[in-house]
Every structure is written in structure tokens, then in C-alpha cells.
């Protein structure tokens, strides 16, 4: 079954760096997304992109955040100048759909330690 | 808005025995209802949804949920716990932002633990 894959698994920076995050969605989906989960906490949403542009994104992105799809199959996260708040566990997502019963098929996460 | 209440971040079962995790949510349109499973250092991964037509959905791995409008509730069961059960559980809303797009919105997520 087609997955969504995300590297690295696991991202240590110093606080203030930028870093960036990869995702491979699945190959005929449309729609991409990215949720954080901050140890302990919700996952919650960031943004939504379809389409070479940003759909929806929540309060949590900021100008410190972006999106790109650099070339037909990869989809990144970039943070700009990282915070210690900013440490926890990022998934991608994509669905082939914009629809409500079209699943959101997520990558195993990357865990993102700021120090 | 769309929100989703998991009660009990933290449920203790024996093996064999019925598993009962509880999802209330809270929407102002037909909900679009989803449970999703994290096993350890891994990602999410679709347990069941609920989209319309019969209440009761059956997912993956025995589980499956009811749709209980009149108790806005969206209950995961599974009649006998395996050791292989134990992870996290999510559930989750689609909830719908301003400009129509949709994204969804999790539960705090209850951990299911399995004693032998």
C-alpha cells in the first residue's frame, strides 16, 4: 500500500537555525498537510496546500514557517529560526481529495528536537 | 468550530477483554468522524470513519465505532483486547475553515495499555 514518508525520522538543531523537514505524499494525491504534536499535547494543525499554493493554515503558522513542493514528489516544512518551543513531532499528511471522505493518509513523523 | 473530547487520556485493559474508548464531539454541520491509531514511534494510521450511511463502522484490526448523533458521540470498540492493541488512539473531527477548507481536529488522544 502506497505510504507517506517523511526524513529524517528524528532532527536535533540548535535553537535558532533553520531546518527542514521532507515528505514524500503519495504519488496521486493532491493535497498536502502538515500537523505538529508537541510531546504530551494535541496534534494539531499547520497548513494545507493544494495546487502549488497555501490553502488553510492555523494561528501556529506564522511568518517563522513555510511550504514549498520544490519538484513533483517532495513536500517540505521549512522553520526559520528555530525556538525551543518549536520542539516536537511533525506529520505530513495528503489525501487525494479535498473531501470529506477522503482519509488523510499521515507519514510516520519526524521528531524534531530543539536545544 | 468543530471540536473533540477524549475522556480518559489513559485506559488499562486485560487481555481479552472489551475495549471502550470514548470520542464526544461537537459540530455544527454533519460530522465527518475519523479514529486514527499511533503505535509507538510510529505515524498515524486510519483505524475507521464515519462519513454518512450506517452508523456503525467497522475498521481495521477488529475495531469499530458508532455514530450516536443524539449523544454526539463516537465510541471506539473492540470486543476482545490483544497485546498488539496497546498505542495510542485518536479521534478526530473535519472541521472546516473559513474559506470551505477542511482540516482536521484531534482528541488529546487516549493511551490503551494491555495487561497479560
Known amino acids: 500500500e502506497p505510504e507517506v514518508t517523511q526524513t529524517p525520522s528524528h532532527q536535533v538543531t540548535q535553537m535558532g537555525q533553520e531546518v527542514i523537514l521532507r515528505c514524500v505524499p503519495i504519488s496521486n494525491h493532491l493535497y498536502f498537510y502538515w500537523y505538529r504534536q508537541i510531546l504530551g499535547q494535541k496534534v494539531e494543525f499547520l497548513v494545507s496546500f493544494y495546487n502549488n499554493e497555501i490553502s488553510e493554515k492555523s494561528e501556529i503558522f506564522d511568518d517563522q514557517f513555510s511550504v514549498e513542493r520544490p519538484d513533483g514528489s517532495n513536500f517540505t516544512l521549512k522553520i526559520r529560526s528555530t525556538k525551543l518551543e518549536d520542539s516536537a513531532m511533525y506529520f505530513c499528511?495528503?489525501?487525494?481529495?479535498?473531501?470529506?471522505?477522503?482519509?488523510?493518509?499521515f507519514g510516520d513523523g519526524t521528531r524534531l528536537s530543539i536545544l | 468550530a468543530q471540536s473533540v473530547t477524549q475522556l480518559g487520556s489513559h485506559v488499562s485493559v486485560s487481555e481479552g477483554a472489551l475495549v471502550l474508548l470514548r470520542c464526544n464531539y461537537s459540530?455544527?454541520?454533519?460530522?465527518?468522524l475519523f479514529w486514527y491509531v499511533q503505535y509507538p514511534n510510529q505515524g498515524l494510521q486510519l483505524l475507521l470513519k464515519y462519513t454518512t450511511g450506517a452508523t456503525l463502522v467497522k475498521g481495521i484490526n477488529g475495531f469499530e465505532a458508532e455514530f450516536k448523533k443524539s449523544e454526539t458521540s463516537f465510541h471506539l470498540t473492540k470486543p476482545s483486547a490483544h497485546m498488539s492493541d496497546a498505542a495510542e488512539y485518536f479521534c478526530a473531527v473535519m472541521s472546516y475553515m473559513d474559506t470551505g477548507r477542511r482540516a482536521l481536529t484531534f482528541g488529546s488522544g487516549t493511551r490503551l495499555q494491555v495487561q497479560p
Open positions: 499528511a495528503s489525501s487525494e481529495l479535498d473531501s470529506h471522505d477522503q482519509p488523510q493518509h
Open positions: 459540530s455544527s454541520v454533519p460530522p465527518y
